[in-house]
């Protein structure tokens, strides 16, 4: 093709599947403890010991990527000759969008027969790397980059996003949760259901007591919301942050209700970045669905 398609690392699908996808991506970056990391996927600080660590108390902190470091990679693609549609991590939770906009601009001019289109993508994680595994399966279709634009400002916001977060520690830290409220849920098993709303920021929409009670209102969700309700054929992903078994539930619910479903759910990690903020225990469920309007 003589476009590419690109996105940040928090998209959390693995790089092996990026390449299979023919999928660009450029890293965010974290701090363990104050030692700085890529957020390479995994692969430079395996996520168990990442969730290890933090379960161990060691404080995290990310950053995104810079005007500089998007300058070079948008550049490295563009020397070859081809256009490039970026999609950022959601501006709703990060600043990223504002940092490749200005690199994009002060490329214009050096390259004046490029197309670059940066878009916000108003996703995060999986439900990040679900919208542009989308893009990949309409490119490969035959769309130019010109309606691949068109498409994803149309229909970015029909990914849904649904979160259940087993431990308030992190929420607490973020200033998501109060500390008073995070010691009273904690002590009540409190697991708090989430989504990613029009604009494109995590919200709390529920509080619900316990696990199982949490994966069973995930669940519901899906059957609320999904195309075609208990009918969709569409991909369901799952990202989680070390806690692989309750995401294997949500997803064995999942196939079961769902049995028309495009293959089986499929089950990522929770990348360092956007770990770094929910710590270990959230499962977050994404699937196609009416366009978010709250």
Known sequence: MDYVISCCS?????????????????????EVDG???????????????????????????????????????????????????????????SGTLNSAT??????????????????????????????MDKLADLRDEGMDIDQLYEWVIEHRLECQHWFFVSDLTYLVRGGRV??????????LKICPLLNVDFQGRLIVRS????????????VAKMEELAIRGKDYDGECYISNSDCYEEARAVADLIEEKFPKLKGRVKIYSIGTTIGSHTGPGTVALFFWGPKRID
Do not use: W
Request: with cysteine.
């Open 10 to 30: 928090t998209a959390d699908l693995t790089a092996e599947h990026f390449k299979k996808r023919d999928i660009s991506y450029v890293c965010f970056h974290f």
């Open 35 to 93: 030692k700085e990391y890529q957020d390479d996927l995994g692969v430079s600080y395996p996520f168990k010991d990442f969730y290890a660590d933090m379960a161990k108390g060691a404080m995290t902190k990310t950053s995104q990527v810079s005007v500089g470091e998007y300058v070079d990679y948008f550049e490295s693609i563009l020397k070859q000759g081809k256009d490039i549609l970026h999609l950022t991590l959601s501006s709703g939770i």
């Open 102 to 131: 200005i690199a994009r601009d002060q490329l214009r001019d050096k390259y004046p027969d490029r197309k670059l289109y940066v878009v916000d993508s108003l996703a995060a994680s999986a439900g990040y790397g679900l919208l």
């Open 178 to 187: 109060s500390k008073a409220a995070g010691i009273i849920g904690g002590a």
């Open 207 to 218: 509080k619900l007591r316990g696990i199982n009670a949490a994966i069973k209102a995930q």
